[in-house]
């Protein structure tokens, strides 16, 4: 597939500009582009640049208020829920971990439960933002029903990832983000544009046979939980993702399992929605709240170097600690560049056009 | 193979009168009874009576103290820090999620890590404490060492558990209980009773290579993580297992990873251990910290109804909502009574007569 490798910066500016030109400030730009390339510096693609058409086109749907009143309508000294006023996600979400990490330095611990909202980027750029506190963070999102659960054929909720953040003190941060699905979607939309099949335990067909069409969910097929299949466990990926709506938009009056807004704005909106647009849920725990932070990340520290060190398996050289290969793709992106495929290339020139920015 | 069946109420008596004479007080011989004995109500099995003499072989050996001085060491409004000074995990967690009850009330969310305890049961009984209280219930706990992180033949993690309970109004609650592997490590103990194969994707050998041998623990074999292998998402498993880990034994103070604490008594605890005893995480979030309880639970019950019409697959009756089989198991088990195997109700004999209790 051909390829153009752009410069962070270059790209930067592109999505800067094109979040001004839709009307959102300043500040609110510069926040979302941070947000989204913090996918493509990480190689999650599917979340980066890659996805900016599709936020304009929710803008020009009305869809997403480029200027939203993001309010709270709800709190307690540990909690607070947001309405997102349709805002972006991109903004969203960083302004409601704010509320979560501000909470934690009051008392301990703050959880945000947001509704109202839109796509947020990845779940790990929002959870990565309690680092620099000495705080875990917790970040899930719901997302448009694309996955059966267990015994169904029905697409009933989204992929719903999960990120968690943990700090050590010498070693990288422990950094989870991961889909409740077998794979993510975005998996699943590389194979398609390489023509090639899926693994089995992926998807099902509309039936809830095993399947290896890469584009089975064009014909009425689904994704499937994490575990794949009930034998392996997907009762438990199913329950993960319900988890993950539940917190998220139940909590929150967002809507909720197979309601859940979808994100191409061509797709009309589900009927009888029982809440307001896509649900997030934030958590913020302060380390000292819990033992000496210090301490805490010298055994981080000592719990990562010892998991490194655990005995590969045959053909494999070392263990992983979550977070490794989205850090070493950042190191390599910041360094090298980020490569864009010349579909998205092409895509992205005609958002400019449209609203009057120059590639 | 043999099996006889109890009332739930004999078993209570003779769990009881052990506990005493291990020497809990009245009260903790009455907490441990009920939290062991749910774990048979419910049909968890293995985490039942089938227990009891491995936790009087661990008092025996001094590891556990039927007489423990249970302390918060370290809290905030929202947190606390508890040392359960090797006490049964049976007593400490129901005190120390009391806590994240009372926390909750009084700021809307509590968190409580623990260390220095011991196996807690199942994770499920402990999450549902708090759905009288109109609370979301969270509980997870480490486990010693079975399961190999994804590329690994080590065993570093245990099963780790995480049950989230949440309350419905008309509809039972959902309750979501489950080993962050692929099969519980319960369920290949059942397969080795019955001699049978192990499905493909739930253990693999010392080298790494997968393995349907029901018995590959005996021989430096592992469990695998939820998602079976790296194509399938072992790496979320491996993510989630972890997740458990620090959050119960490195917040804690308590032993993680390989350094976990062992089960049998008669297994030598490891050498450098990081911290002491098994740990564990509670979680209590009360739902009008977000918006009105009668809202959000009218809410859980449109979501539990449209979850349960979600059309099945071909050969399937109907999708489930997670805590569906287990609350079935239990109407069935306190009216018809509880199955109890040979080989188990031959031990409980043997601990009967070892502390001076007749079966």
Same mark, same amino acid.
């Given at each position: 597939?051909a390829?153009q490798?752009?410069s962070y910066?270059?790209?930067?500016q592109f999505?800067?500009k094109?979040?001004?030109a839709?009307?959102?400030?300043e500040?609110d730009?510069?926040t979302?582009?941070?947000?989204?390339?913090?996918?493509?510096?990480?190689?999650?693609?599917s979340h980066?640049?890659?996805r900016?058409?599709?936020y304009?086109r929710?803008?020009e749907?009305?869809?997403?208020?480029?200027?939203?009143n993001i309010?709270?309508?709800h709190?307690?000294?540990?909690?607070?829920t947001?309405d997102?006023?349709?805002?972006?996600?991109l903004?969203? +979400?960083?302004y409601?971990?704010? &509320?979560a990490?501000n #909470?934690?330095?009051?008392?301990?611990? @703050? $959880? =945000?439960?947001?509704? !109202?909202?839109?796509?947020?980027?990845i779940a790990?750029?929002h959870?990565m933002?309690t680092?620099?506190h000495?705080?875990?963070?917790?970040?899930m999102t719901?997302?448009s029903?694309?996955v059966?659960?267990t015994?169904s054929?029905?697409k009933?909720?989204?992929t719903?990832p999960i990120?968690v953040?943990?700090?050590?003190?010498?070693?990288?941060?422990?950094?989870?983000d991961f889909a409740?699905?077998?794979? +993510?979607?975005g998996?699943?939309? &590389?194979l398609q544009r #390489?023509?090639?099949?899926a693994?089995? @335990? $992926? =998807?099902?067909d509309e !039936?809830?046979n095993a399947s290896?069409?890469?584009?089975?969910?064009?014909?009425?097929?689904?994704?499937l939980p994490?575990?794949?299949?009930?034998e392996?466990?997907?009762?438990k990926?199913y329950?993960l993702?319900?988890?993950?709506d539940?917190?998220?938009?139940?909590?929150?009056?967002?809507?909720?399992?197979?309601?859940?807004?979808?994100f191409?704005?061509?797709?009309?909106?589900?009927?009888?929605m029982?809440?307001k647009?896509?649900?997030?849920?934030?958590g913020?725990m302060?380390?000292?709240?819990f033992?000496?932070?210090q301490e805490?990340k010298?055994?981080?520290d000592?719990w990562?170097?010892r998991?490194?060190?655990?005995k590969p398996?045959?053909?494999?050289?070392?263990?992983l600690?979550?977070?490794?290969?989205?850090?070493?793709m950042?190191e390599?992106r910041?360094?090298?560049?980020?490569?864009?495929?010349?579909s998205?290339?092409?895509?992205l020139?005609?958002?400019?056009?449209?609203?009057g920015?120059?590639?």
């Amino acid at each position: 597939m051909a390829e153009q490798i752009f410069s962070y910066q270059q790209l930067y500016q592109f999505t800067q500009k094109i979040f001004l030109a839709i009307g959102c400030s300043e500040r609110d730009a510069l926040t979302a582009t941070k947000v989204l390339l913090s996918a493509d510096a990480r190689g999650i693609d599917s979340h980066g640049v890659a996805r900016l058409s599709g936020y304009v086109r929710l803008w020009e749907a009305k869809r997403i208020h480029s200027n939203p009143n993001i309010k709270i309508i709800h709190e307690t000294l540990s909690t607070a829920t947001i309405d997102g006023d349709a805002g972006l996600g991109l903004v969203v +979400a960083p302004y409601a971990m704010q &509320i979560a990490i501000n #909470k934690a330095k009051n008392v301990g611990t @703050g $959880w =945000v439960s947001v509704g !109202n909202s839109n796509h947020f980027g990845i779940a790990g750029y929002h959870a990565m933002m309690t680092l620099e506190h000495d705080m875990i963070g917790i970040a899930m999102t719901n997302a448009s029903a694309l996955v059966a659960p267990t015994f169904s054929v029905e697409k009933m909720l989204g992929t719903n990832p999960i990120a968690v953040a943990i700090p050590a003190l010498q070693q990288p941060p422990f950094i989870a983000d991961f889909a409740t699905t077998t794979a +993510a979607n975005g998996k699943l939309e &590389i194979l398609q544009r #390489k023509n090639a099949d899926a693994p089995l @335990g $992926w =998807v099902q067909d509309e !039936n809830g046979n095993a399947s290896i069409d890469a584009n089975i969910l064009k014909k009425r097929g689904s994704l499937l939980p994490l575990g794949s299949d009930r034998e392996h466990g997907s009762h438990k990926g199913y329950a993960l993702g319900s988890i993950v709506d539940i917190f998220s938009a139940v909590l929150s009056g967002g809507s909720y399992g197979p309601w859940a807004p979808p994100f191409p704005a061509y797709i009309p909106m589900p009927e009888n929605m029982p809440g307001k647009g896509l649900g997030h849920f934030f958590g913020a725990m302060r380390i000292d709240a819990f033992r000496p932070a210090q301490e805490f990340k010298q055994h981080m520290d000592n719990w990562i170097e010892r998991f490194r060190k655990a005995k590969p398996a045959k053909g494999f050289d070392k263990v992983l600690i979550p977070g490794d290969p989205e850090r070493e793709m950042e190191e390599k992106r910041m360094k090298n560049g980020i490569p864009i495929i010349q579909s998205v290339i092409d895509d992205l020139k005609l958002t400019g056009e449209k609203v009057g920015v120059k590639w």
